[in-house]
């Protein structure tokens, strides 16, 4: 008599607790519904002008997936989420700034050879000017890991998280000094001339400056063209490192179990070390690839796009290098999107949401697995 009595008001309880989970995810869903209804009649409305959005969308979101890349592959390796990866991708930005703008590293082939064709000097001389800002981002973040990180491998996670933090700060606030950076906003040089194409039903042709863009055109620059190809080839080579090399695969004997890759005898540290360091060398192509096509730079550009790249990281399945690219894709999608048909702030409070909605729905992302303990 008494178990009845103890487990009737149990029960309703988790009814209750049943119910409100339901009712927050069919309000959830009923978003979802709204904004896809939206993006419909977007797309019915003005095909072309939605297409362009997208396109957009794909540039905005190959840069943060080389960024949520560094932020996956940390996390999966020794489940430390690197506050401070942002403000790398933020050096790397400065560092092609100055390669640029003082010492036209860009222009070195061109004046060392002056008879090669334009395009050529000029397209060596920008892989150049992303290498050495790859190097040198990874060069620091190999130090802060052995400075900063290393020494509390062993502490509690949230002494490590709380590093991360201050590193963060650091960098931005260091960077900031009027000897080291700047504390104003600067200008970027790109290291070429912008040049745009016209799609539309007449064919493609070059934009002159002053042409006006006739009504159903599609415009494509290459900007855009040289950052999902090199994304896309940066991407490739770390799928390459990762799966056909043996660093990669002392990395993920690492993330599987570092006792025992010790035992097998694996560097551990060594690999750690690594591994903050090719995150945030494609972090520092990010850097330079997000300036060239926002051309300004300044000393804490790098938390909003490090903040959403670590949202894309979560979103796709934080540990899973396809699911970093998968989600920065979305993030990308999804802020251009609603900039164009919500409203400009929108965007951010959108790309935050489906954090958000991420967590309360599915908190593995998506091609993230349940979590499990590791050594």
């Known amino acids: 008599m008494k178990s009845s009595v103890a487990t009737a008001p149990q029960k309703t309880l988790f009814q209750t607790i049943i119910e409100k989970r339901w009712l927050g995810k069919g309000f959830l869903i009923l978003i979802g519904l709204l904004a896809l209804w939206k993006l419909v009649v977007s797309l019915a409305a003005n095909p072309i002008l939605f297409l362009q959005q997208v396109l957009n969308g794909l540039q905005l979101g190959f840069v943060y997936a080389l960024i949520a890349l560094g932020y996956t592959m940390v996390y999966g390796i020794v489940r430390l989420i690197n506050f401070a990866h942002g403000d790398v991708f933020m050096v790397g930005a400065f560092t092609s700034y100055f390669l640029i703008a003082r ?19 000029l397209g060596v001389g920008t892989i150049s000017v ?12 190999f130090t802060i890991e052995r400075v900063a990180y290393k020494p509390l491998r062993n502490a509690p996670r949230i002494s490590a998280l709380i590093t991360a933090i201050g590193v963060s700060f650091f960098l931005e606030y260091f960077g900031a000094l009027p000897f080291v950076y700047t504390p104003n906003f600067v200008t970027y040089k790109r290291p070429f001339e912008v040049v745009n194409w016209v799609i539309n039903s007449s064919g493609i042709h070059t934009l002159q400056a002053g042409e006006t863009v006739q ?25 390459f490192i990762v799966r056909r090399t043996l660093i990669g695969k002392a990395m993920r004997a690492t993330a599987y179990d570092k006792p025992t890759s010790r035992l097998m005898g694996i560097n551990v540290d060594g690999i750690i070390s690594i591994t903050f360091a090719i995150g945030a060398a494609l972090a520092g192509a990010a850097g ?11 000393f804490v550009m790098g938390i909003i796009p490090g903040l959403k790249s ?9 540990g899973s290098i396809p699911g970093a690219v998968v989600g920065a894709l979305i993030m990308g999608q999804a802020e251009v999107l609603s900039a164009a048909y919500i409203s400009t702030p929108m965007r951010d409070a959108v790309a935050f949401s489906i954090l958000v909605i991420v967590l309360l729905i599915r908190p593995t992302g998506i091609f993230g697995e349940p979590e499990r303990e590791k050594a």
């Open 130 to 141: 992303i290498l050495v800002s790859m190097a040198f981002c990874a060069l620091m973040a």
């Open 215 to 239: 009504p159903g055109s599609i415009i494509i620059s290459n900007i855009s063209i040289i950052i999902i190809l090199t994304s896309i080839l940066l991407m490739l080579l770390l799928n």
């Open 103 to 121: 010492f036209q590293f860009n222009l070195w082939l061109a004046k060392l050879a002056p008879g090669l064709p334009q395009p050529i000097s």
């Open 310 to 318: 670590f949202v894309a990281a979560v979103l796709g399945g934080i």
């Open 288 to 298: 330079v690839l997000y300036a060239t096509a926002f051309p300004q730079v300044y």
